[in-house]
């Protein structure tokens, strides 16, 4: 693409985001920062990480995701959209499932049990093995609220390619 093509497209852009509100503005520009710093991260974090804001730590061999919640994260309801809770979930159990093979895999299943609505605050994603083999995996995540009650816990199946 040419630079004269480049800046035409930008300065497109640029006028169709005049027809947004400023809450709309704001949240164009939030996933515009997740897109750049995914592309500039080089640690396995992507897109969705950086959208959600998703915060990682391994102890212990141990998987831990946070994730604090935002109005946006909302279904109708006022309630932590089960989607959100999926992917916390399928990410930790997923990152020990990594940390156990030392090589990347993918998800086979996902089980999700939701057990308590989550309204607000942060949450805590604590992913472990159960089961490992060669290839499979089988891993447990549970995730608490702040006032650590068990909200939600997930099992899950991954597939590791041999290198």
Known sequence: MSQTTNTETKVALLEELTAFDESDLAMALHAAKASKRARERTDGSYFLHE???????????????????????????????????????????????????????????????????????????????????????????DVFDEAGRLVASATGTFYH???
Not at 85 to 101: E, I, P, R, V, Y
Not at 115 to 122: E, R
């Open 51 to 141: 959208f959600l804001g998703e915060h990682r730590k391994v102890e212990d061999g141990q998987a831990t995701l946070t994730l604090d919640v935002k109005d946006w994260m909302m279904n109708p309801g006022g309630i932590l959209h089960g989607g959100v809770m999926a992917f916390l979930c399928d990410n930790t159990l997923g990152m020990a499932s990594f940390l156990n093979q030392q090589r990347p895999g993918v998800t086979v299943d996902l089980n999700v049990r939701y057990h308590l609505p989550v309204t607000s605050g942060v949450i805590t994603g604590r992913g472990t093995v159960v089961s490992s083999g060669s290839r499979i995996n089988s891993a447990r995540s």
């Open 161 to 163: 390619v041999k290198r």
